[in-house]
């Protein structure tokens, strides 16, 4: 199963973009990337998630490079909110509805106010 | 809506005794998966069930079981209990359709186990 790198964590000021990167060099040309964020004392939230072409939504915006090989999860305007773990992970294509999110160590983002 | 819920919140329980984990997807979801995450790591898979049949297994020893039922709810039952098995395990539903693949997980709250 394809691996990926994250930071251990990052800091970021409130109102301020964020930019989260992720490393994933062995990436298989079918595995989709997905980011996930776990508040504390929760379960893991979506945030987001692409094959190839860069994807916004309410939450957030990820920038894929050209090879796939990395990622980057943006957050416009950062709020104390989204001070949490940020899991960037991949998810195998396989036939049917077998698929596995393998799942890093994250990056854990604080925001100062 | 109602999103995935998971029971009991917190439990304790001591070393060789079996424990069941509940879990009630979001309505109208089919699938459902079970994680395991200790303290300061990533959730690591241990099943998904879809229709009531088991689609993934992780590396997990046998000790650990689970099934669906026809509502779609599941649990997930660790027998033999270790002390390394006290985790957040945590229930995640997905809504697979029959022409478009949803890959969205939701996750519940989780289950706080601690085994003394």
């Known amino acids: 199963d394809a691996k990926t790198t994250q930071p251990n964590s990052m800091e970021s000021n409130e109102e301020e973009p964020v930019h989260l990167p992720c490393n994933h060099s062995t990436i298989s040309g079918t595995d989709y990337i997905h980011w996930y964020r776990q508040l504390p004392s929760q379960g893991p939230e979506y945030v987001i998630h692409g094959l190839t072409s860069n994807v916004n939504n309410r939450m957030a915006s990820l920038a894929i490079a050209e090879d796939r090989k990395s990622s980057t999860l943006i957050l416009h305007r950062a709020t104390l909110r989204d001070a949490a773990v940020y899991y960037c992970i991949l998810s195998p294509f396989n036939a049917g509805n077998n698929r596995k999110l393998i799942w890093g160590l994250g990056t854990s983002l604080a925001v100062n106010p | 809506d109602a999103g995935v819920t998971q029971s009991p919140t917190h439990l304790i329980k001591t070393r060789g005794q079996q424990v069941t984990l509940r879990c009630s997807p979001i309505?109208?979801?089919?699938?459902v998966s079970w994680y395991q995450q200790v303290l300061g790591q990533g959730p690591q898979f241990i099943f998904q069930?879809?229709?009531?049949?088991?689609?993934g297994r992780g590396n997990f020893p046998d000790r650990f079981s689970a099934r669906q039922f026809p509502n779609y709810s599941s649990e997930l039952n660790v027998n033999a209990l270790l002390l390394g098995d006290s985790a957040l395990y945590l229930c995640?539903?997905?809504?697979?359709?029959?022409?478009?693949?949803?890959?969205?997980?939701?996750f519940g709250p989780g289950t706080r186990l601690l085994v003394l």
């Open positions: 309505s109208g979801h089919k699938s």
């Open positions: 069930y879809y229709e009531k049949e088991e689609r």
């Open positions: 995640a539903s997905t809504l697979v359709g029959t022409t478009t693949y949803q890959e969205t997980q939701y």
